[in-house]
């Protein structure tokens, strides 16, 4: 597993844990109406929540960030290449200069086929990453739903405490 692969399952867990623990106060705040959180703790909740959101955000336009220069540069490379063999098309009155556009040809045909080859790679590892990726979502959405409660568990809070000052709430 590579270092990005193993930050990422890190971040992962650690998201979870976040979660477990958001999930497990927010129901604990739920059923004890006795003891109702107050304003901050309910707006620091839920300001912790967003910024998993954002920092997880930032991750995926880093990891699309990255593939799209993964494709620029092959971009670069076959337009080379198409200029390369472009050169091949006028008449064949010096062999010497066609043997070394053709060298020329052949080695950026190798490179383009390593990178054909790494592509493989990353690509089998981004579908384990994309699995991770769905699981995440799966989190996401729990996260997005303990973030829901907490607005609502703040709304209930702002509206008890306007009805005990005499203020109405709408």
């Not at 909740?45 to 991750?59: F, G, M, P």
């Not at 050169?87 to 040809?105: E, F, S, T």
């Not at 384990?128 to 303990?146: R, W």
């Not at 209930?156 to 405490?161: D, G």
Request: net charge negative; glycine share 2%; proline share 2%.
């Amino acid at each position: 597993m590579s270092n990005p692969e193993k930050d990422r399952q890190a971040f992962v867990e650690l998201e979870q844990k976040n979660k477990d623990a958001a999930a497990n106060e927010t129901t604990a705040d739920m059923t004890s109406q006795q003891s109702a959180p107050a304003w901050s703790q309910l707006a620091q909740k839920l300001q912790a929540v967003i910024k998993q959101q954002q920092l997880k955000t930032e991750q995926n336009i880093q990891q699309t960030l990255q593939q799209a220069s993964i494709a620029l540069s092959a971009a670069a490379r076959i337009e080379q290449l198409l200029k390369q063999v472009a050169l091949l098309q006028g008449p064949a009155n010096n062999i010497q200069y066609y043997r070394q556009v053709l060298q020329q040809v052949n080695q950026t045909v190798h490179e383009q086929l390593h990178q054909a080859d790494r592509q493989i790679a990353e690509s089998l590892q981004q579908t384990v990453s994309g699995l991770t990726q769905a699981q995440a979502a799966i989190f996401d959405s729990q996260a997005y739903f303990a973030m829901a409660e907490l607005v609502k568990q703040c709304e209930l809070l702002l509206s008890s405490r306007a009805s005990t000052d005499g203020q109405t709430v709408h």
